[in-house]
């Protein structure tokens, strides 16, 4: 039996295959194995080296060997940061061994740009944030303000419209835009859960549900325009002047705020108008006045109960850091609290000394439990730190290397230039690519430009870093142009087409009140009208 079933080679198993595939096999995993390594990420993933071996072998520019290889380094950088061929913050980590390698800066000098004092304002205020987030003060915060927009005017749309849009733009104030998007759209989709869907809903209705995702998510970068920690925008641009002009005075918190806020407010009212025209219909409150009563807003808040005392010391520390943050540099004939230490101290120092607090203070619910425990913290955006890290670290890279002075001899073309058109047409361009990549990369790539343009132009440097740091916040018209759209655009409430006909007044309104403040209160605020 045994000699007859070699012969034959056929075998008794009634599981084997009745052909060979052993070959076919081998073929269809070469295949596959081949396929996956020929993708447009693992294009995209050596289009970073290839540009930079490219530009180091053609490219000759009029200034040091340095100057090249920052430039070549930039291209690399942001070939993977458009293209996210590899995670934005192993690629924002990358100064950290191409600048030695391509000798434009020693290991120790780009370390430190990972940690300074914006970064340190960066952290305090994030684990303030999630503390806000973990005992739901925006909740309690958003339920109240609608409960009393109910009180004074029942179901007026605009009003109800405002107190939500409000709410988000304060929260977004005092944290990080997208965080202060994804605090407060639960809670307004949880308001919305109470009127109708499908066939039965009426237009009104309709409209009303779409003006509220809108005005949350745009809200929320809005009101990040106003102070330092609202965006990581804000925080590039400020440590990016500090790299590059040591010697200026720095950009604390209240000098940004007392310009950041005027011009936070012209746009947030802008927003409001054009929702309002576009989305509040008069038969919108009457349609609305069946479905959203105060007994039901009063329920929620009964359910979230009084105060608890962890709640309110969360708040109370929030509060003393913003006091801190308004007054350690007031003017130059009233000093603030900073003069105390000599001017050792920074915006940071009281974001971290606060934050310190929430570990220490007790939350009393527990018996040895504190405010904020370090599990609580796992959620800080490190993207973001190592982003402005890598930010800070190509502006010193850029001025330290020699292209700077290079970028400055090419652009002379633009020395006469008038500023009024220079300003509107550098936030329009900013603004508009800004909605295919991310408003941070953005920055990070034009305000080094800027500056050199600025100085061939003569002109302040702040005259055209600030509008195109602000205009890469205008990112309004596409569900991919920040991390807030898409939180919006998951909900389906809105289409594509709103994000447009929405965003597209809100973004010249946008650059109109950027066009129009920063020539006269920019002057009076940042000084731009002295001499540097």
Known sequence: MNSEHNTNGVSDDLKAPLLPVQATTMETSNGASLMSIFTPKSFFILLGPLLCTLICLFVKLDGPVTSRNMLAVLAWMFAWWITEAVPMPITSMSPLFLFPLFG?????????????????????????????????????LALNVNY??????????PLLLLGICATTAFVSMWMHNVAAALMMMPVATGILQRLPSGPTRSPHVDKFCRAVVLGVLYSAAV??????????????????????????????????????FPLALLVFFALWAILCCLYCSRGAGPALSAYLDKSSLRRELQMLGPMAFAEKMVLAVFSMLIV?????????????????????????TASVMMATLLFIIPNKKQKGEKLMDWNKCKKLPWNIVLLLGAGFAIAAG?????????LSKALTFLEHAPYLVIAPAVCLISSTVTEFTSNNSTTTLLVPLLIQVA???????????????????????????????VVGFTTGHIEIKDMIKTGVPLKIAGIAALSLLMPSLGAYVFGTNKEM
Do not use: C
């Open 148 to 157: 009393l927009d109910l009180l004074w005017r029942s179901t007026e749309s």
């Open 455 to 485: 100085q061939t132009m003569h002109v302040h440097p702040l005259l055209l870093m600030v509008p195109g740091a602000i205009g890469a916040q205008f990112s309004y018209l596409l569900p991919t142009g920040t991390p807030s759209n």
């Open 398 to 406: 850029v001025r330290s290397s020699g292209l700077a002075d290079v």
């Open 324 to 348: 801190l943050w308004m007054t350690r540099s007031i003017t130059d004939d009233v000093p603030g609290w900073g003069a105390l230490f000599n001017g050792r101290v920074g915006d940071g």
């Open 104 to 140: 434009i800066a020693s290991a120790d000098d780009v370390a430190h740009s990972y940690m300074d004092d914006v970064i340190s304002l960066v952290l305090g205020s994030f684990i303030l944030a999630l503390a806000v987030e973990h005992y739901n003060i925006h909740r309690r």
């Open 223 to 260: 009101g990040g325009m106003s102070t330092l920690t609202g965006t990581g925008v804000n925080l590039i641009l400020v440590g990016m002047w500090k790299s590059y002009f040591p010697e200026a005075d720095p950009i604390s918190f209240n000098t940004w705020f007392f310009f950041g």
